[in-house]
Nanobody, 120 residues
Framework: VQLQASGGGLVPAGGSLRLSCVAS????????IAWFRQRTGKEREIVGT????????YSLNSSKGRFIISRDNAKNTAYLQMSALIPDDTAVYYC??????????????WGRGTLVTVSS
C-alpha cells in the first residue's frame, strides 16, 4: 500500500484548502485512514481518522468545526477539508493507515506529506 497526500500550498489566514490522500497498490479491503500534521519544532499530532464506513473521529481540538474529514472509497481517496485556517495550522500534513491489533494501534504506510503554509 502506498499513500500520497497532496493539495498543500500557501493560503492566507481565513482561507481554505482541501487535502487529498490517495491509496494505491494492494489496498486492504477496508481500512481506516488517519490524518496527522507536524508543525515545525512540534511533535506530530493526529488530526482525526475516518473509517471505511465514513465514521469520523476528530482528535485535534483546535480543528473541530474547521476541518472536515471525508472519503471516497471508489477512488481510494480520503480528504481533509480545512477552512478558517490560521497561521498555527501551518504544518506538513500526512496520512496513514490505522491498524488496530490486540497489542494496540499502529499507523502504517505513511505517505509523503504535503506542506500547508498559512500566512498572517
Amino acid at each position: 500500500v502506498q499513500l500520497q497526500a497532496s493539495g498543500g500550498g500557501l493560503v492566507p489566514a481565513g482561507g481554505s484548502l482541501r487535502l487529498s490522500c490517495v491509496a494505491s497498490g494492494r489496498t486492504p479491503d477496508s481500512y481506516t485512514i488517519a490524518w496527522f500534521r507536524q508543525r515545525t519544532g512540534k511533535e506530530r499530532e493526529i488530526v482525526g481518522t475516518i473509517r471505511p464506513s465514513s465514521e469520523v473521529r476528530y482528535s485535534l481540538n483546535s480543528s473541530k468545526g474547521r476541518f472536515i474529514i471525508s472519503r471516497d472509497n471508489a477512488k481510494n481517496t480520503a480528504y481533509l477539508q480545512m477552512s478558517a485556517l490560521i497561521p498555527d495550522d501551518t504544518a506538513v500534513y500526512y496520512c496513514a493507515v490505522e491498524r488496530v491489533r490486540p497489542q494496540g494501534v499502529s499507523y502504517d504506510y505513511w505517505g509523503r506529506g504535503t506542506l500547508v503554509t498559512v500566512s498572517s
